[in-house]
């Protein structure tokens, strides 16, 4: 009997049967992911290496670790439209703080440790999802307007500090001692890039976060049925609030991954890739209505539509098919979304 | 009350009609017919079915089993608007006006009148006016349905299903929120479309007043038929003893305990109404529960019965008063705060309230005791797995464990978990809103035996209910309920039929 394990309820039906329909939909995006797999292995000798692995897994991290967040928010039965922006945002920020902070008052220009142009940077996001959260938590503006205006805004400002240009060659000077920003982007650690295993440690940790702690429990619950949520003692405007300050701080570290990657900072970074990341949770089996959904499901999700978008690159497919591909992608999964929990609520209506 | 005392032909008959959802049986196997020109009401509880039946004479929801026969024909209504086609219409308990449009769209939903340029306002303008004439209301068509009373949006139902000239016309409660003229006119109404051949089934729980104006009685029960009659041969007290039945044992008051000092004190509490009328739905209301007391609130709809109990638990905000748990003051207090220090509620709907649809048995039934399962940072699957398993023993929840899926529970052991979930934080007042509401009566005496038992070893527990067969069981105090006051209290020994006079029920208005 498992009770605390999110993951375990989800995987293990209420029928206890074998056939291969049911196997299938429960893991789709498991074989979905296989299959691409198999298939670009079979077009490209390129695939199917372990250097495309790793470079694909790079590409994947930025898009993963908005899905991490955007999985929480969605769990929460809200959707936040504001991560992309967020990430250009942040990313700039970053940016700027490693080109020097110039003091006019005192004269000085000041060059910030790369420990606190992190930590800066995540507060940064932290404030951004805070603002959401309250907004909507309080405020009581539906979570779609409320993040498409952050959306908006934070991109606004990441124009505003530019002037719309791009901030270059970050990796720092040693003589300022700033230097080590590009390490979260290139370095690699046993051979794997750094960008990943930040992805990895995220993933467990909120892996476990909701299948271990209280607050996962009552993510699951306020997402599942709010009201209940509420008459049974769960703080859920506290966690509405948390779900956006940690999808905030989620894309921040996206976004110092992102920039890292390019050793450049530009304001329209992340452009669209809230929607790749909602893309990434729903294909990963997630319910937009709340209270369901994994992170195993996500991070699959997330490595689907990059494995897919990599592949398509590397045989040659025209950008604009790619985009038609992830769009069927989407569709065909919220689809088996549908049937697999419109199956389950027939069955136990 | 109408003189035609003949029995007019059976326009349309229900036969064997059985309806079930999941493991719930909300009917099983009625037969009623409807006569021509004539009114039949249904009498019965909350929960005996009335409401699904209606449902699927108008078509609204289709039949597990059993058939409907219109004019000696079997016919299968495959949506609402088929039925209307055919000539039955309906006017829903619950309103189902869109609140964004004019009252003129709203008659016109579905069948505006059209030209060869479009909808033809003018012309639904003008058999609006006609309607509302004819109700003796002065409601303009271009008024916003939102910006009406309650009442008048009762009106505006009413004139719909007027509209359609239909040939039978079911009424769930239409009465509910008239004020009296407004029900004269309506039984006025009524009469007119009698004599022109129209017939009516009628529901509500003004039972008297029901009796003015209506032909036959079905009296439902538990989703069966319990009993027929022509008016001319019934009065109140026969409706009342087969609605209720007479072996309808839901245990005495708990005895042979101390009742201890008083756990819950409400003093002069007010809750304004929700939506902003002015009024109070809870009208500086008092009372107080000592430990080890069962309480009964009961009222009829609209009481103000959920409104206390909400604002008792913190889920609404009162407007003046306060609420003291053990002498000490909590108004100010979250739900999660009141919880902790042992005040808790049952809701009344379980599904929209009381249970998360996606999660397992085990995880409802812990929801709200996550407290006392957390270890550090993480949650212990042990003391987790122990509080569930004590839960489903002492509640007594039929289920294949606690990682069942809740919806493939009964009704009545869905209702368990939600009082299991309360339990098992160890409260010392415990408040049910109608806590038997739509479970059968082996679950509902189940219940009422468990919350005697937790009575007895000090727990102060009060239930609302709007079933007076329901005051009369284990609670040692009957309140009444009635505009937001208390209209009267009883002791365990009074009859039911002082207890529905004293909430308005049997009162005609």
New interface residues.
């Given amino acids: 009997m498992s009770v605390t394990n999110a993951k375990t309820s989800q995987a293990a039906p209420a029928k206890r049967s074998f056939d291969l329909g049911h196997l299938l939909l429960e893991g789709r995006a498991f074989f979905a992911l296989i299959v691409i797999i198999a298939v670009f292995s079979f077009l490209s000798p390129y695939y199917f290496t372990l250097n495309n692995f790793l470079i694909m897994a790079s590409h994947v991290a930025i898009f993963g670790l908005l899905a991490i967040g955007m999985l929480l928010v969605i769990l929460n039965g809200g959707i936040d439209l504001s991560v992309g922006s967020t990430l250009g945002l942040c990313g700039v920020v970053a940016g700027y703080l490693m080109k020097g902070v110039t003091l006019n008052y005192f004269g000085v220009i000041l060059y910030p440790p790369v420990w606190a142009v992190v930590v800066l940077t995540c507060a940064l996001g932290a404030l951004i999802g805070a603002v959401n959260g309250v907004l909507i938590a309080y405020l009581r503006v539906p979570a779609f307007v409320a993040t498409l205006g952050v959306l908006y805004c934070a991109r606004g400002f990441a124009l505003l500090m530019t002037n719309g240009l791009t901030f270059n060659n970050l990796s720092g000077r040693p003589e300022l001692g700033n230097t080590g920003f590009d390490w979260l982007g290139f370095n690699r650690l046993f051979g794997v890039p750094i960008g990943v295993l930040v992805l990895a440690t995220l993933a467990i940790l909120c892996g476990i976060m909701l299948s271990k702690s209280a607050f996962g429990r009552w993510l699951y619950a306020s997402g599942g049925n709010e009201r209940a949520a509420d008459l049974s003692g769960v703080p859920v405007k506290r966690v509405k609030i948390t779900v956006y300050v940690l999808s905030g701080i989620c894309a921040a570290i996206a976004g110092l991954v992102l920039s890292s990657q390019l050793t450049s900072a530009g304001p329209t970074a992340g452009t669209t890739y809230e929607l790749t990341a909602i893309a990434a949770v729903v294909i990963g089996g997630a319910a937009l209505t709340g209270g369901r959904g994994t992170i195993r499901g996500t991070m699959l999700g997330a490595f689907v539509i990059g494995f897919l978008s990599d592949g398509l690159v590397i045989i040659g497919v025209s950008s604009y098919w790619q985009t038609v591909f992830t769009g069927a992608v989407i569709v065909l999964a919220v689809l088996l979304n549908s049937i697999q929990y419109g199956g389950r609520r027939a069955k136990s209506a | 009350m109408s003189a035609t005392d003949q029995i007019g032909e059976v326009v349309l008959a229900a036969r064997n009609i059985a309806k079930s959802?999941?493991n719930v049986h909300a009917l099983k196997g009625v037969n009623f017919e409807v006569h021509r020109g004539q009114v039949t009401t249904l009498f019965g509880e909350n929960g005996a079915g009335k409401s699904t039946l209606m449902k699927i004479l108008s078509g609204v929801v289709q039949p597990t089993s059993g058939e409907i026969i219109l004019d000696g024909k079997p016919v299968v209504f495959s949506s609402s608007s088929h039925a209307r086609d055919s000539g039955i219409s309906i006017i829903h308990q619950e309103l189902s006006l869109a609140p964004n449009m004019n009252v003129r769209d709203n008659i016109f939903m579905g069948r505006e009148i059209m030209t060869s340029t479009g909808v033809d306002f003018a012309e639904e303008e003008r058999q609006t006016r006609a309607l509302m004439a004819e109700l003796e209301e002065d409601i303009d068509p271009l008024t916003l349905v939102e910006d009406l009373r309650l009442g008048q949006q009762q009106i505006v139902e009413i004139a719909r299903a007027l509209s359609v000239n239909s040939r039978i016309l079911i009424m769930d409660e239409p009465t509910s929120a008239l004020s009296a003229t407004e029900v004269e006119v309506l039984f006025k109404v009524i009469r007119d479309l009698k004599s022109k051949g129209v017939s009516i089934v009628y529901i509500s729980h003004h039972l008297e007043e029901a009796l003015q104006i209506t032909n036959h009685a079905v009296v439902l029960r538990d989703g069966n038929m319990t009993a027929y009659a022509e008016r001319k041969d019934i009065d109140l007290e026969w409706i009342v003893r087969n609605m209720v039945g007479e072996n309808f044992d839901l245990g005495t008051p708990p005895t042979g305990h101390a009742i201890g000092d008083v756990a819950l004190s409400v003093e002069n509490l007010c809750v304004p109404d929700a939506a902003g009328a002015g009024y109070n739905v809870v009208d500086n209301m008092s009372l107080s529960v000592r430990a080890g007391e069962v309480v009964c609130i009961y009222g009829l709809m609209g009481a103000g019965r959920t409104e206390l109990l909400e604002c008792v638990?913190g889920?609404l905000p009162a407007s003046s008063g306060r609420v003291r748990l053990k002498g000490q003051e909590v108004s100010g207090l979250?739900?999660?705060e009141r919880?902790?220090r042992g005040l808790v509620?049952v809701?009344e709907d379980r599904q929209?309230?009381?249970?998360?649809?996606?999660?397992?048995v085990?995880?409802n039934l812990?929801?709200?005791s996550?407290?006392n399962f957390?270890r550090g940072?993480?949650?212990s699957?042990s003391a987790?797995?122990a509080i569930?398993d004590e839960a489903i023993r002492k509640v007594h929840i039929k289920t294949d464990?606690?990682?069942?899926?809740?919806?493939?529970l009964s009704g009545g052991n869905q209702q368990k978990v939600v009082i299991g979930?309360?339990l098992a934080?160890n409260p010392e007042v415990i408040l049910l809103d109608e806590p038997s509401r739509g479970i059968d009566i082996g679950a509902k005496s189940e219940v009422f035996k468990l919350l005697a038992e937790r009575a007895r070893s000090g727990l102060a527990v009060i239930y609302s209910t709007s079933e007076v067969g329901e005051c009369l069981s284990i609670a040692h105090r009957i309140i009444v309920m009635r505009r937001g006051r208390i209209s009267a209290e009883f002791t365990s020994d009074v009859t039911k039929e002082k207890i529905m006079a004293a909430s308005g029920e049997s009162v005609a208005h």
């Fill in positions: 959802y999941g638990a889920r979250s739900i999660a919880i902790d509620l809701p929209r309230d009381g249970l998360v649809q996606t999660m397992s085990g995880q812990s929801l709200a996550i407290g957390v940072l993480f949650t699957r987790e797995q569930v464990g606690g990682a069942a899926a809740i919806g493939s979930k309360m934080t």
